[in-house]
């Protein structure tokens, strides 16, 4: 294996070897949905998942529980998983109004959540995010019945943020302190993280994906690895994904590996002329094939790369693009619906 050196870092910052990733120790676990301590008032919130478990949809979150309030860490995505969310949060904090929301990024698994939580609430975010929510639209201003997601009439509405940072804000919580961090661009135009430098904990939200595809809708996928590289560098033990198990830097590392992996079969056909949806139904990825989501992924992500490989890239999706390839995708792999 020729490894560049900005990959030698990555996998020595996640204690990694060659051997390991020979060995292929990436089997995807099964997890369940727990809320976990993670330090002293500290609180990640994941969402169970694992193989032949329909968790694409569903995100993580987190609370920090101060003295006399509670700091949420995104919404989660519908409305029986974020009144799922409540319950636990009320579960350890019983007493305590839910005062603040950190949204890390706009994508609606994060942010649908936001009309279920008591009111009024600040809602802290990137001004891009902000701005991407204010311009969601709905086919329907209600949630049709969906089983473990929604029992159909809750409203469907964009709740919109208050507050908004560009750089690093602190906040203090009791005697913990918490830095939310700009890493934007990344996996969207954006990403805030939270990180808890006494914990050695950061909810890096949708910058990581641990054992789920990751979704490169409308990522910047070399800044994405710049982010990546950063938090490797960190002081931080524990990593709450947006996406997954709870892990580390060994997870977030095998996470990098996917998209580096992505990226090179990607640029070799794009090079040999193919088009997106073609070289998606292409492209095999050895044993991260069997990540969670790992076959929906390959259209969109290879559109997305495509346009990082023209210098092409903007904020925005290239929906039309995207569409054209799942068809295309599916012609070549036979796929009929």
């Excluded at 919580?173 to 050695?200: C, F, R, W």
């Excluded at 990226?263 to 090079?271: L, V």
């Excluded at 490989?309 to 036979?334: C, I, Q, S, W, Y």
């Amino acid at each position: 294996m020729n490894m560049t050196r900005r990959e030698a870092i990555r996998l020595a910052g996640a204690g990694l070897g060659f051997a390991a990733i020979v060995r292929g120790q990436n089997r995807v676990p099964t997890w369940k949905t727990e809320m976990r301590q993670l330090a002293p008032n500290v609180y990640a919130y994941i969402q169970g998942g694992g193989p032949g478990q329909m968790n694409q949809g569903v995100s993580n979150g987190g609370i920090v529980v101060g003295e006399n309030n509670v700091l949420l860490i995104d919404s989660l995505g519908a409305p029986i998983h974020a009144k799922n969310f409540i319950a636990a949060i009320r579960q350890v904090a019983p007493n305590k109004p839910m005062s603040r929301i950190v949204i890390s990024h706009h994508h609606g698994d994060h942010i649908m959540g936001l009309p279920f939580f008591p009111q009024p609430v600040e809602i802290v975010c990137h001004e891009y995010c902000r701005q991407e929510m204010l311009a969601t639209k709905f086919p329907s201003p209600t949630w049709e019945k969906r089983e473990n997601w929604s029992e159909g009439g809750e409203p469907r509405v964009i709740v919109p943020p208050t507050t908004t940072i560009d750089d690093r804000t602190t906040y203090y919580y009791g005697n913990t302190e918490v830095q939310l961090i700009t890493m934007a661009p990344s996996h969207t135009y954006g990403d805030i993280a939270v990180y808890l430098p006494q914990h050695k904990i950061l909810f890096a939200a949708d910058i990581g994906f641990f054992y789920v595809a990751p979704f490169c809708h409308n990522a910047h996928p070399p800044k994405w690895m710049d982010h990546v590289d950063g938090i490797l560098s960190m002081d931080v033990q524990t990593i709450v994904p947006g996406h997954g198990p709870i892990g580390g830097k060994k997870e977030l590392a095998e996470m990098s590996e996917y998209i580096s992996l992505f990226k090179a079969e990607a640029r070799k056909r794009y090079d040999a002329g193919l088009s997106a949806g073609k070289a998606a139904a292409d492209i095999k990825l050895g044993h991260f094939d069997s990540w969670i989501g790992a076959d929906d992924r390959l259209g969109m992500n290879t559109v997305r790369f495509y346009h990082e490989f023209a210098g092409t890239l903007k904020p925005e999706a290239d929906n039309e693009g995207m569409r054209v390839a799942g068809l295309e995708f599916k012609a070549a792999r036979g796929i009929k619906n």
